[in-house]
């Protein structure tokens, strides 16, 4: 098996570099390969049209963009007062003291606080909902016939 054949064989597997890849189109372009691969031309010689069009026929690694160092201090500092912020923001509002009072009632659309009232309102709501013991026998024990 030449180079070429052990080539297309990672190159199917997905395990070639981009290094062998360019070797393998530049084999299918300009080398005489053996017939049996002759299938394989059209394929590579479209990816070397598509790869030289692109620019990307001798560098094969994309260029890396440059961070300017004052850019990353500025990152820095930026997220450290916004971090600031917030933290001093969610102080704030953990710290406030809800002058409202927390127990209220709504009747008929209108918020009452006053304890005695929201009190009264929440034992008739009890009531409502509470069994007696002769009903809860009946629930849980129902008369055989």
Same mark, same amino acid.
């Given at each position: ?7 297309? $064989?990672?190159? %199917? ?7 062998? $890849? &360019?070797?393998?189109?530049?084999? %299918?372009? #300009?080398?005489?390969?053996?017939? &049996? ?6 394929? %590579? ?21 440059? +961070? ?30 809800? $002058?409202?009072?927390? !127990? *209220?009632?709504? +009747? ?10 929201? #009190? ?10 509470? *069994?007696?013991?002769?009903?809860? !026998?009946?629930?849980? %024990?129902?008369?055989?016939?």
């Amino acid at each position: 098996m030449d180079k070429t054949e052990e080539l297309l $064989e990672k190159y %199917f597997d997905g395990r070639t570099t981009c290094a062998e $890849e &360019h070797d393998l189109r530049q084999a %299918f372009t #300009q080398g005489n390969i053996p017939e &049996h691969l002759e299938v394989y031309r059209p394929l %590579f010689a479209g990816l070397d049209k598509v790869s030289t069009r692109q620019g990307h026929a001798k560098d094969l690694t994309p260029p890396r963009r440059k +961070i300017a160092p004052h850019s990353s201090r500025f990152r820095h500092w930026a997220g450290s007062i916004a971090a600031g912020l917030a933290l001093c923001l969610v102080l704030a509002r953990l710290l406030t003291v809800n $002058e409202e009072s927390e !127990n *209220y009632v709504i +009747i008929d659309g209108k918020r009452y606080t006053e304890p005695t009232l929201v #009190q009264a309102k929440a034992r008739e709501a009890l009531d409502n909902v509470s *069994y007696t013991d002769e009903e809860l !026998n009946l629930l849980l %024990f129902p008369l055989q016939p």
